[in-house]
C-alpha cells in the first residue's frame, strides 16, 4: 500500500511560502551611476496580501526627462524623500524571510545590492524568483514578448503596471499567481521546485517530468526504464526527488536529452543508509549494463599477468584470474592500457620484449642492455624482483618509472616522459586498488553502525544490514551474520566483489566520522589511504 509522504519529505509546499514581490523606480539602467526613486513591496502569502512596504527615496541625482515622462516622478515629488541609505533598514526587515519575487528581478535585486554594498551592508541572502523568466519557460508560444504590461493584458489581470513602484508589485503578484497555476500542471507545488523552473529548459522532453510526480524526497537509487522495460540509467542520490526532476530542468548535455527522449517510466528504491544505496547502485549498473552509464559500457576487464612459476616466466595481458599461481594485477578498463603498463615495466626492468622469451636469441634490447637477452636467469630473476616488489612493496618499481621519466625529460623527449608519467599513475591507481579491496577482504566480518543501522560487511561486500535493536545487541549481531549472503573471494578478488570493494571503501574514507566500527572478526587495516607516492606521477603545472 502506498504511504502518503508528508509536506516535509516534499519540500516547502508554496503555500507554506511568504513572497515578497518588489518592484522599483529608478533614474536609469545601471545601478553603479543611477540612483532608486521609489520602492514598492508587498508580502504575499496563500494568495493574500500580508504586508505593504512603499516610499519615494531621494536618489541623490536630477530625475531625467524621459524617466519624468514615464513615470510622473519628478525632482520635486522627491526633495522630502529620505536617501536609500536611510530606507534600507525597514526594506531589509520588511524582506527578512521571505522569497523575493521581482520581473526581471536582476535589475532590482542589482540596485538593492548595490546600494547595500555603498552601505557596507551583506548582500540579500534571499532566495530570487523571477517572473519575467518564469513566463518566458511557459508562456513562449502565447505572447509576443514578456513583459510585465503584455503578461498582465494576456492574463487579463485584475491590475496593469503603469510603471509605478506600488502598481507593478500588484501587477506583479497577479502574473505570479497565473504562473504558479500553470507549473502546477508540470508537479511544481513546492518552493524547490519552483526556483528549479526557472532554470529548466522547456522542450519536448519537459512533459515527462510529471513521471518524477510519485518520487519521494528520500535517499536511494532511481532507475530510467525504456519502453520496452530495460533499464537505461540507475543513479543515486541523497534526495530522490530533487535528483530525478533536476534532469528535466534543462541540463545542457546531449546524452541526458537522448537518455529523456527514451525514458518511458522511472523506478526508485528507497535505502536507509547511503551506502546501502551506492552498493545497490553499484550492482544494479554490473548486473542490468545500462548503456547510458558510463560503467555499464565497460563490458571488458583486462589484467596484467605475472607468471612466474611457468618454465619460461612471462609478462603479459589475462582477460581472466586463474587459480594458477601467477601474479594478477587489475582489473583495467582495456587491454591497451595493460600494454602500455607493460612496457613502461619493460623499460624499468631488464624484462623481454619478445612475445616468447625461450626463442630470443638476442636483440638490439639487449644489446643496449635493457634486457635479459638469451641469459633466462637473469630474465626470470627480474620478473621475481618485480613481483615481490608489487606484492610487497612497490617503492622499487615507482623509483624506476621516475627516474625514466626523468631522464626522457632531461633530453626534451617530452612525449616519453609523458607516457611514463602516465604508466606510472595506471600502476599507482591500481596498486591503491588492490590494498583497498584486500584491506576489506582481510578484515573478515566488520560490523559497523550508522546511525540506527547495523552494517555488515564480509569479504568486502555489503553481506546484511538491518535496524538497530538496543535491547539485545550481541544477538542481533549473531542473526546478522548467520543470514549475510555474499560471494566467496579466492586468491584473486573476482572484478564485481573488486567493484562494490571499492564503493565500500569510498564511502567509508568520506563518511569516517558518521560510523562506528562495532566488532570485526579479521585483521582491520584501514585508514584506506594506500600508497606513499602522492602526487609523483600527477601532472604539474609549468611556473
Not at 636469441?361 to 635493457?370: D, V
Request: hydrophobic share 40%; net charge neutral.
Amino acid at each position: 500500500m502506498p504511504v502518503q509522504r508528508s509536506f516535509e519529505e516534499l519540500g516547502v509546499p508554496l503555500a507554506d511560502v511568504t513572497f515578497c514581490v518588489l518592484d522599483l523606480e529608478t533614474t536609469g539602467g545601471s545601478p553603479a551611476d543611477c540612483g532608486i526613486t521609489e520602492v514598492g513591496a508587498c508580502k504575499v502569502r496563500r494568495g493574500e496580501v500580508v504586508g505593504t512596504f512603499h516610499t519615494l527615496v531621494n536618489p541623490g541625482q536630477p530625475v531625467p526627462a524621459f524617466i519624468r515622462l514615464l513615470t510622473g516622478i519628478s525632482d520635486e515629488l522627491l526633495i522630502e524623500a529620505p536617501d536609500i541609505e536611510t530606507v534600507l533598514p525597514s526594506l531589509l526587515e520588511f524582506v527578512r524571510d521571505s522569497v523575493i519575487v521581482a520581473h526581471n528581478a536582476r535589475f532590482d535585486v542589482g540596485f538593492i545590492n548595490c546600494a547595500l554594498q555603498r552601505a557596507d551592508r551583506p548582500r540579500l541572502a534571499n532566495r530570487v524568483v523571477d517572473t519575467a523568466i518564469l513566463a518566458r519557460k511557459i508562456l513562449s508560444d502565447e505572447v509576443p514578448n514578456h513583459k510585465l504590461s503584455t503578461l498582465a493584458r494576456h492574463l487579463r489581470c485584475a491590475h496593469q503596471p503603469n510603471h509605478r513602484a506600488y502598481t507593478d508589485v500588484l501587477a506583479t503578484i497577479d502574473v505570479l499567481h497565473h504562473l504558479i497555476e500553470r507549473v502546477a500542471g508540470f508537479g511544481v507545488t513546492t518552493l524547490e521546485d519552483l526556483v528549479a523552473m526557472t532554470s529548466a529548459r522547456i522542450d519536448r522532453t519537459f512533459a515527462k517530468i510529471r513521471l518524477a510526480d510519485d518520487v519521494p524526497r528520500a535517499g536511494g537509487v532511481y532507475r530510467f526504464i525504456g519502453v520496452g522495460g530495460e533499464t537505461l540509467y540507475v543513479g543515486k542520490a541523497a534526495d530522490l526527488r530533487a535528483r530525478v526532476r533536476s534532469y528535466f530542468y534543462g541540463d545542457p548535455r546531449r546524452k541526458v536529452r537522448d537518455l529523456l527522449r527514451q525514458v518511458d517510466r522511472i523506478e526508485v528504491e528507497t535505502h536507509p543508509t547511503m551506502l546501502e544505496a551506492e552498493v545497490a547502485e553499484a550492482r544494479a549498473i554490473a548486473s542490468e549494463l545500462p548503456p547510458h552509464n558510463r560503467a555499464g559500457k565497460r563490458h571488458a576487464s583486462w589484467y596484467l599477468k605475472l607468471h612466474i612459476d611457468a618454465k619460461v616466466p612471462k609478462l603479459t595481458t589475462a582477460r581472466v584470474p586463474k587459480e594458477d599461481g601467477s601474479l594478477y594485477l587489475g582489473p583495467f578498463a582495456g587491454v591497451r592500457v595493460v600494454k602500455t603498463l607493460i612496457a613502461g615495466l619493460q623499460d624499468a626492468y631488464r624484462i623481454h620484449r619478445c612475445s616468447e622469451p625461450a626463442r630470443c636469441r638476442g636483440c638490439a634490447f639487449s644489446e643496449m642492455k635493457t634486457c635479459a637477452g638469451t641469459d633466462r636467469g637473469l630474465h626470470g630473476a627480474e620478473l621475481d624482483r618485480l613481483a615481490r616488489s608489487l606484492a610487497t612493496d612497490a617503492e622499487e618499481v615507482f623509483v624506476a618509472l621516475e627516474a625514466k621519466m626523468r631522464r626522457m625529460s632531461a633530453v626534451q623527449r617530452y612525449e616519453e616522459a609523458t607516457d611514463t608519467r602516465e604508466q606510472g599513475a595506471a600502476l599507482e591507481r591500481a596498486l591503491q586498488t588492490e590494498v583497498l579491496v584486500r584491506s576489506l577482504v582481510e578484515a573478515g566480518d566488520v560490523v559497523l553502525r550508522i546511525g540506527k543501522r547495523l552494517i555488515l560487511l564480509r569479504d568486502g561486500q555489503l553481506a546484511a544490514a538491518a535496524d538497530v535493536i538496543p535491547a539485545d545487541p550481541v544477538r542481533q549481531i549473531d542473526a546478522l551474520q548467520a543470514e549475510a549472503r555474499s560471494e566467496p573471494v579466492g586468491a584473486y578478488v573476482p572484478s564485481a566483489v573488486q567493484r562494490e570493494a571499492r564503493v565500500i571503501a569510498r564511502w567509508l574514507t568520506r563518511n569516517a566520522a558518521s560510523c562506528e566500527l562495532v566488532c570485526v572478526t579479521g585483521r582491520w587495516a584501514l585508514p584506506l589511504h594506500a600508497g606513499r607516492l602522492g602526487d609523483r606521477f600527477r601532472p604539474r603545472s609549468e611556473p
